[in-house]
Each structure stands twice: as structure tokens, then as C-alpha cells.
């Protein structure tokens, strides 16, 4: 089913709602003719309640069209007594028939007039309603009213099919270009967007204008029939009215909305004046107690939310419409829904907090988070409000929950280093019989041949552990570039394989099986093997 029939329809139902809700709530109590009010009755008189006395004066007034009697109505003062009650009124009567008869008790209590004033207006408004009838079944008159009818028709099918064709055409062009710019330039999607957002504002407007055309043609045929024209008048009314208190409400929403653009321009000054100073802080070129240039982009955006969110609830009421239930009825509802959903998102919202001032880790830094079998090791790229992306060394990003992040250790290789890099280190072990400053070069000396490792700081050997059957010795080194470490450990273990080898040591971790026949051990003679440089030699 197609949308315009349906937006069609809803208009015309809110249209007989607001006809319909004009017209009196006691309706069955009130007596009509040729669509005009005459009056009101309210309690019963002469055998029949109030709905009884209209549907008789209906009756009466039926009978007095049907003879054609002329249009002379008098006014005769009656009184009565009905169950020991003393009723006085006045009936307005023609000829021989008595229309109705209007009592005192039927005088609305709020209204001050008089019971003479209220039948002198109600024979006036008779009056009127007979001759508007006698004249809508004069031939002339009613040949007149088809005949304008006809053309106002003709004239809003017309101007509907002018207006269909105009945002056709219009919405025709707007596709067009659309379909341009998606294939000559796919990276202007937000220009794509906007298009079909003209698209639907044409649309839109185009339904609105016809259904105003509508609107003013049923006005217009409604006021040619004499019959219908308090419809006509009702339905011009209505638009009047809608509109004047549009214009009313707009002008006293002007001072609220003074206010409101005074506390918006106001927090913007603020959140523009806090934000540079967190940027100055974060870029080093301002200093504050108890503030870091690793948490000012943080607080920054904690503050901002603070201004603006202080700035709302200093603006709420005088925002138009916020002292209304509807309104009010929205903001509990939303923030029923927030409170109920937003428990998880709120964990990691202070979890995020957490992980920024407690400076365990920032974006390019080289950690492992966790332990048990369950780590994961990579580079920070993001730390956001409520979850942490990390690339590994497989090129994979993951992202890890804040809460999850802080509830497991982390182990961050980036900070210590400083400027100098993330370090790396290789184990190896070695037996006693190979001197321990000739492995010490040796290892140095893959490390040089490894490019991509840092020469500054220079790289360095360190004894781990003297054992039972061998030597443990840990190379340690700097790298730029964390991502790349799988890589740089390939090739500085293979630059340790081609220098062992080139001097002849081999890389074993020998293991106790007979007690050796004589002392392992390495000759002083032996001690400064190449490449190995002894105390009075220079490196080259």
C-alpha cells in the first residue's frame, strides 16, 4: 500500500475530528436546521424529555415547510405547571403551529441573558435557517451552486494535476542528478543523501499544497449552497483559528527562545575556551596541576559534556512546549528507556575512564592484555569510550570491552622505552666450552647485521643464568616499528644461525650423560676468540 493514500486519509479523519469537535457536546439536545443551531433544551416539558422536545420541534418545523406557510414567526409568553411546578416561557409560533416552546430552566446558567433575549435570538436564527432552506430548493440558486461547484472543480483537478506534474518533473531532475554523481563520483555519497532528502522534502511539500487545495475547494462549494454554508464558515474558522494560535504561540515562544539561543551561545563560548586549553595541554604548550598530556583528551571531553549538559537543563524551561504532558511524557519515557539500557554502557563508559587516567596504556603503544592462555598482543590504535582497538602481529583488529581491559593485567613493552622504542630480546644457550665474550660479539654482531633494530640505544648481551650444562644468554634490541616484531625476530634469528656458523660455534644446550673424561672449560689463551676483542684492542 502506497504512503500518500494513507497520509490522504489521515488528514480527512483530523479534519472531521476538528469539524466535529467544534460542534456542542450535548448535540443530541440541541435543535438544528438546514445545519444552523437554534437553541437548546435542557429539561423535559409537556410529556417529553430534552431529546423528546427536539425530535418533536423537528417534527413541527417539517410540517411547517411542507404547507409553505410564510415566514412569520411570534413570540407568545406561556406558563405552566407541571407536577406541582410553576414553568414560565416563551413558544414561537406560526399560524396555527406551535414551533417550540423555550422554558427558563433552558437557559444556559453561564450565559446572562435574559429569557427574552435568549427567543429573540433563537427566532433569529430560525429565521435564517428556513430562508436559507426554502432558498437552496430554489432552482436558480441551486443551478448556481452546481454550476460554481463545477468549476472550482475543474479548476483544483487542474491545478492538482499541476502540481503532481511540477513535482514529478522536479523529483524526476533531483534522481537524475543523484544517479550522476553515484556514478561519476562514488566518494560524494553525502551529496547522494541530500539529493533524496530533496527528493522527500518535494514530495512533501507537493502533498501539503494539494491537500490546502482540497481544503479550499470543499470551503468554497460548501459556502455556494445555502444549507451548507455554517460547514463552509466552520471549516474556514478552523484554518483562522489554527493559525492565530500558531501566531500566538510563536510570539510568546520568542522570549524562550531568546533564552534559549543566549545559554546555547554561552556554553559554546565555554566549550570553545575549555576545549584549547585541553589541546594545549595535550600538545605539551600549557601545564596544570594534577592535569597529563596522556588524560587531557579525556577530561576534555568529559568537561565539554559537563558545559552542555548543564547548558540543557538551563535551557529546558524555556524551550516552547516543555511545560506541556506530552513533552514531559517523552522525557520520562526516554529516560526510562536510557536508565533500563544503558547499565552495560555506563560500565564501560567509567571503565573507559579508568583505563585514560590511570595511564596504563595510550594509542601506539606495544602491550599484551591478559594472561592464562588468553592474551593478546598488539599496538593500540583506539582507546574510545567504551571499548579499545588493538592490531596484532597478524594484522587483526580486535577490540576488547574497557571493563574487560580493566579487569586483566596489562603489560605495556612502550612505556619504559620511551623514545628509545619497543624492545625485543632472544634467548639462546650455549655450553661451557665456547668462551662467553666471543658469543657475546657473536650475538652483537647478528644484531648489526639486523637492519631493521635501533642502533641507538646500541644493542646488548646479558647472562641470564649459569646452569648445570650451559650458558643462557638473552640479546636484547630496540624496534620502530612493533607490528613488524614476528618479522624483525625471523631475521635476527637467522643473522644468529649464518654468524655461529661462520665462526664455528655451535648452538646446543648440552645435557649431563657420562662425567666428561676431562675439565670443560675454556683456555685462557682462548678467551677473546674472534670476533671477540680483547682488552687492549680497539672494535673495528
Known amino acids: 500500500m502506497r504512503l500518500r493514500p494513507i497520509l490522504l486519509l489521515v488528514f480527512c479523519l483530523l479534519s472531521l475530528q476538528a469539524i466535529a469537535a467544534g460542534r456542542p457536546a450535548d448535540i443530541d439536545t440541541q435543535l438544528t436546521w438546514a445545519q444552523r443551531p437554534i437553541t437548546h433544551f435542557r429539561v423535559p416539558y409537556n410529556g417529553a424529555d430534552a431529546v423528546g422536545r427536539v425530535a418533536r420541534a423537528r417534527a413541527r418545523l417539517s410540517e411547517f415547510e411542507a404547507r409553505g406557510l410564510p415566514l412569520d414567526i411570534e413570540e407568545v409568553a406561556v406558563s405552566t405547571r407541571e407536577d406541582g411546578v410553576a414553568r414560565s416561557g416563551i413558544a414561537l409560533r406560526a399560524q396555527d403551529i406551535v414551533l417550540f416552546t423555550l422554558l427558563a430552566d433552558d437557559l444556559d446558567p453561564a450565559d446572562r441573558s435574559s429569557l427574552a433575549q435568549a427567543a429573540a435570538s433563537a427566532r433569529a436564527r430560525l429565521t435564517e435557517a428556513i430562508a436559507a432552506s426554502r432558498a437552496q430548493r430554489a432552482p436558480q440558486v441551486l443551478l448556481r451552486g452546481i454550476l460554481h461547484a463545477a468549476v472550482a472543480s475543474l479548476l483544483a483537478l487542474l491545478m492538482l494535476w499541476l502540481i503532481v506534474r511540477a513535482v514529478g518533473n522536479l523529483t524526476a531532475r533531483l534522481r537524475d542528478a543523484h544517479t550522476d554523481i553515484l556514478e561519476t563520483a562514488p566518494a560524494a555519497s553525502l551529496a547522494s543523501y541530500g539529493r533524496t532528502l530533496l ?43 489554527t493559525a492565530g494560535k500558531i501566531g500566538v504561540d510563536m510570539a510568546a515562544s520568542i522570549p524562550g527562545l531568546v533564552a534559549v539561543a543566549l545559554i546555547g551561545l554561552f556554553a559554546e563560548g565555554l566549550s570553545r575556551a575549555a576545549q584549547g586549553a585541553f589541546r594545549a595541554i595535550q600538545a605539551g604548550r600549557l601545564s596544570l596541576p594534577g592535569l597529563h598530556p596522556e588524560t587531557a583528551g579525556a577530561t576534555r571531553r568529559v568537561v565539554v559534556f559537563a558545559i552542555w549538559a548543564l547548558a540543557i ?60 592462555g588468553s592474551e593478546v598482543e598488539g599496538v593500540v590504535t583506539v582507546i574510545g569510550a567504551l571499548a579499545t582497538k588493538i592490531t596484532t602481529m597478524r594484522n587483526e583488529e580486535i577490540t576488547i570491552p574497557n571493563a574487560v ?83 624483525i625476530l625471523s631475521q635476527l634469528n637467522g643473522n644468529i644461525q649464518d654468524v655461529f656458523n661462520e665462526y664455528g660455534v655451535q648452538i646446543m644446550s648440552p645435557n649431563f650423560v657420562l662425567q666428561p673424561a676431562a675439565t670443560v672449560g675454556v683456555p685462557r689463551d682462548k678467551w677473546y676468540e674472534a670476533p671477540a676483542r680483547g682488552p687492549d684492542q680497539s672494535m673495528p
Open 199 to 241: 527528493v522527500r522534502l518535494a514530495q512533501t511539500a507537493g502533498f501539503a499544497l494539494a491537500c490546502a487545495l482540497l481544503y479550499a475547494w470543499l470551503t468554497y462549494v460548501l459556502h455556494e449552497f445555502p444549507v451548507t454554508q455554517p460547514l463552509s464558515k466552520r471549516l474556514g474558522d478552523l484554518v483562522w483559528e
Open 313 to 372: 537543563v538551563a535551557a529546558y524551561p524555556y524551550i516552547p512546549g516543555s511545560g506541556s504532558g506530552v513533552f514531559q511524557g517523552v522525557s520520562v519515557l526516554i529516560g526510562a528507556m536510557v536508565t533500563l539500557g544503558s547499565s552495560g554502557i555506563a560500565n564501560q563508559l567509567m571503565s573507559g575512564l579508568t583505563l585514560v587516567y590511570s595511564r596504563a596504556l595510550r594509542r601506539g603503544d606495544h602491550v599484551v592484555i591478559g594472561a592464562g
Open 405 to 487: 581491559v580493566v579487569a586483566n593485567p596489562i603489560r605495556n613493552f612502550s612505556r619504559q622505552a620511551g623514545v628509545e622504542g619497543t624492545l625485543i630480546s632472544v634467548q639462546v644457550t650455549i655450553g661451557y666450552d665456547a668462551p662467553w665474550r666471543q658469543v657475546h660479539a657473536m650475538l652483537e654482531e647478528a644484531a648489526r647485521r639486523t637492519t631493521s633494530l635501533r642502533t641507538s640505544p646500541p644493542p646488548r648481551v646479558r647472562q641470564r643464568a649459569l646452569l648445570d650444562f650451559y650458558v643462557s644468554y638473552e640479546l636484547f634490541a630496540n624496534i620502530d616499528l612493533p607490528l613488524e616484531k614476528v618479522v
